[in-house]
């Protein structure tokens, strides 16, 4: 599932590129978004990232694509993994800006880990 | 180093627990100031984080303590260790809630990779 | 072009619903970047939107699907409507929840109306 | 009913004029306060913007003066124009950089369309 | 001079009442906007507030009126007594929720105190 | 107890400078903070600052030290003096560039005053 944002001067750092805390934000909503989109109904909860890499500096006026795509599954939980291209100022929008992998857990109500569809 | 922030009713996921952008974002913040505060006039960039565990749902009204250790240097990187706790409405401000690695590299003015001072 | 946004605590109005402000801001965000990938290397300021309509209240954890087409174009202009869907607390993903129209013009450096490519 | 908000950098887009995002939000919460100040104890919902105009870049440093005129009402409804003028970096305040009409509804606490007082 | 502001959920500390941080955001804001309608064209940076009270809990809902008087001026200073009233949730619109004194220099573009017109 | 900030373009007013309105912000939350630190379980609200003093402008990029020190308290309340301090930007880390005092009060969850542990 693609997601885009908008890179604005409110976003920058004080080097004039993109501050990485804005960028950790939109993963964690796109990730989530995906999630629920994917299994409608359940209860998703962050529990854990991996492998963060920021590769690039990414510049205001850039438009970023998110491509988030399932990347396995155990028995309450989904794992993502995202990667950020810039389809604007990047000469090849195939080159990957930023990389990670999101793992949700499934809830219930309490809190407490529940088995996804079709798990036991 | 310590840092604290204060958990407010705008910083809440629809569960009504610190929506996780919002913490990643404060991470990378005080893990920033602390590389900036061990090492004066140089210019760091966030090139990974690691091992992000969300542990617990944090609630409004919480007063988080960040400490923030170094856990190695490389030739051009500096390693630092976060975990963070909660003061006010934790049991015990001892527990572990969120804890991650971040890694930054000092760059020169043109973004290359530039060795630590006491390195060559 | 499809585009998400997860409606957070943040994002209420004191009556408990969407606050439309956040809303319009979103519109605009999503229309611009439709309109960026649909002429790449264009720039478009906003002229105009018309025939707002605000259908539902919209609650927190709600995530809304944004569905973004090309209405038409002008010799320096192009037209997108925008339809916002719930996919979370809608009880039909096909209801439209709000809807609008997005006039962009193709400017120049120095802020002049510019044909579209294929225009003359 | 007067308004006025200063344009800061936080509100500005790639191209270095206001974000129109962030103007659509200032217009929702000027159009309902001032709606809320002539019915007092009302409880107002924003139904319909029209005629959304934006006719000029807008600078940092700018402070827009929003006029917001009663336009008409209806059994259950009431419009306002507002329009946005720079009394800063404008040589004319006479000018209108932004136009739009704004539609509330008047409705009780169930959500259901309200006759406005004097109106059966 | 007047200024108005909707208080939302996201303004709200974890008590439920408007976090002060917020409030004197827009003290410093409504009180600049309004020295700068007084003396068009001068530059203004804040030096000083004083005598900063808040009275009361201000809740979700609450249409805040600010009044802006000025209160005295020196020769390169001005100074302006502000005053929050509620409009919606308090029995008495007169009741005073919050006052403070804030006083502004004016420099020239090096940032050297400069005298006010009228004065030398 | 020390406080940090790190001063981004978001924080910029017109002039490219910190606006204060974020500095106050900010204050308010390292003060209550540290009232909280220093008194567990109790409830604090805001109730006065005192002779606010901007010195100097602040630039983007600068790391803010905030040092807020005890000083003084009453039956019901405890008062704290605020400094800030530049690390990054500024020639002496040692110059003050902002000053106030904030006084808390402590108060029972129906908002009255309470004495401090000790007081009678």
Redesign the interface.
């Known amino acids: 599932m693609d997601?885009?944002?908008?890179?604005?001067?409110?976003?920058?750092?004080?080097?004039g590129?993109l501050?990485?805390?804005?960028l950790?934000?939109?993963?964690?909503?796109?990730a989530?978004?995906t999630a629920?989109?994917d299994y409608?109904g359940l209860?998703f909860?962050?529990?854990?990232?991996?492998?963060?890499?920021?590769?690039r500096?990414i510049d205001?006026?850039e438009?970023l694509r998110f491509v988030v795509d399932k990347a396995g599954t155990g028995r309450t939980s989904v794992r993502y993994r995202i990667r950020a291209h810039g389809?604007?100022k990047q000469p090849d929008p195939a080159t990957v800006l930023f990389e990670?992998m999101v793992t949700f857990v499934n809830v219930d109500a309490a809190?407490r880990k529940t088995p996804l569809p079709g798990q036991t």
Do not use: C, S
């Open positions: 997601h885009h944002k908008l890179v604005l001067p409110e976003h920058m750092n004080h080097y590129f501050f990485g805390g804005y950790l934000q939109w993963i964690d909503e796109f989530y978004i629920t989109v409608p209860r909860v962050t529990v854990a990232m991996d492998n963060l890499q920021f590769r500096g205001t006026g438009v389809i604007v990670t809190g």
